[in-house]
């Protein structure tokens, strides 16, 4: 009896030991592989002037700043060129601004971005896009413009400004006749989440692509933007209606919103967890702004230096932010204990918009509710309370 107690202490012992060794190593070699898997080349979204002739009630603007010269401008491409070059990656450029149309360098900055072998697009409202403009820019070397719009006239208008609606459907117009394919771009919020039909029509008619953005609320629309955010459910039906659209296949409707992937994977048993996408903040993507300010992204505007004064892939290897931000283990509330976070993420512009916090959960997640089932599923003690 002794023996057989000893030879079963035994082997508890060394099923502990193999356990314990063996867990943390497997968890450390998952962890260690796990790969970014994002289908586009790195982005810079380059805020190349401040200078806005609209006054949009969205706008994620701020405090105004000083634009740089065209040297200075040209400087920051090669750093970016530098940069793609150190983490080896293949990089795209995308124009804003402020907007970027009345800037005096656009067409410059294109054509020299162009040379260096970046793919470039303009995200712009469309404003002083003449069809000789559109000419020049498409000779320039850049094919591809996203235009916003936040509803028919009226609902566009009442948001982006008198006249705004006109401008945009001319610029879309210009854009094609030049051959420059355009993307309508809209931001959805509880204003005008019943135009969105209305928008996808406009787009079905005179652009190639349809996107849909859920509003942030950062920028000098700041704590009011806060009651114009989706609920979790609204957030939801938006994304049903784009899949609808998508699988309608009249135009793209490409799905950016880090939800989309959660809306689509299986709740219960996801992929491996090697794989990262959703937030493509700290893995493929970064904002300069109009004074050289570098950002994590355009709608999370924490200031992580300035690339006139620092280096980028000091910056981007270094930086708290950033560093925080990859290690979702770091993330809090429900997207830290969600198990998709590594594909997801959440919009961590959410939670710094509405608590400062960067680590914070994406309150319009319409997963939540879900991520308490799984949990209770996965504990079989919370089922033996519910006496199954
Ligand atoms: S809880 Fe967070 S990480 Fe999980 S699906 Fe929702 S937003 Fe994404
Ligand atoms: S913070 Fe939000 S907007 Fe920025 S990359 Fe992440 S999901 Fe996209």
């Not at 072998?117 to 000789?132: A, K, N, Q």
């Not at 931001?187 to 349809?210: C, G, M, P, W």
Request: overall charge positive; charged content about 25%.
């Amino acid at each position: 009896m002794y023996a057989v107690a000893v030879v079963v202490v035994a082997v508890v012992v060394v099923v502990a030991a193999v356990v314990a060794v063996a867990v943390p190593v497997v968890v450390a070699v998952v962890v260690d592989n796990r790969r970014p898997h994002y289908n586009e080349p790195f982005f810079l979204q380059w805020h190349i002037t401040d200078k806005c002739p609209l006054n949009c009630k969205h706008c994620y603007r701020d405090l105004e700043k000083n634009d740089l010269d065209f040297e200075t401008l040209l400087s920051v491409l090669d750093k970016f060129a530098e940069f793609l070059k150190k983490i080896r990656k293949k990089g795209r450029i995308q124009f804003a601004g402020g907007e970027p149309l009345v800037s005096p360098y656009l067409i410059p900055l294109i054509k020299e971005s162009v040379k260096r072998g970046f793919p470039v697009r303009i995200l712009s409202s469309g404003v002083t896009l003449t069809e000789e403009k559109a000419r020049k820019i498409y000779e320039a070397g850049c094919s591809l413009i996203q235009i916003s719009l936040e509803g028919g006239c009226d609902k566009n208008d009442e948001i982006r400004g008198t006249g705004n609606f006109d401008m945009a459907i001319n610029a879309m117009k210009a854009a094609k006749a030049n051959g420059i394919e355009v993307t309508v771009s809209m931001t959805v919020s509880k204003s005008n989440l019943n135009n969105i039909d209305e928008v996808y029509e406009i787009a079905k008619e005179n652009a190639d692509r349809f996107v849909a953005a859920r509003l942030i609320p950062v920028g000098r629309g700041g704590e009011e933007l806060g009651d114009q955010l989706l609920s979790k459910g609204e957030v939801k039906s938006v994304l049903k209606k784009l899949k609808k659209y998508r699988e309608a296949g009249v135009i793209d409707v490409p799905m950016r919103d880090p939800l989309w992937g959660a809306m689509n994977l299986n709740e219960f048993f996801p992929p491996k967890c090697n794989i990262v996408t959703g937030c493509s903040v700290g893995y493929n993507g970064i904002t300069i702004e109009s004074n050289g300010e570098i950002m994590p992204c355009r709608r999370l505007p924490i200031v992580l230096g300035n690339i006139l004064e620092n280096d980028l892939v000091e910056v981007w290897k270094n930086s708290k932010v950033l560093n925080d931000v990859r290690d979702r283990d770091n993330l809090k509330g429900e997207c830290g204990s969600c198990r998709i976070k590594w594909f997801c993420g959440g919009c961590r512009g959410i939670p710094y918009g509405l608590e400062g916090d960067y680590l914070g959960e994406d309150s319009q997640c319409f997963r939540m509710h879900l991520n308490e089932k799984i949990t209770a599923f996965f504990k079989p003690e919370s089922k033996k309370n519910k006496g199954e």
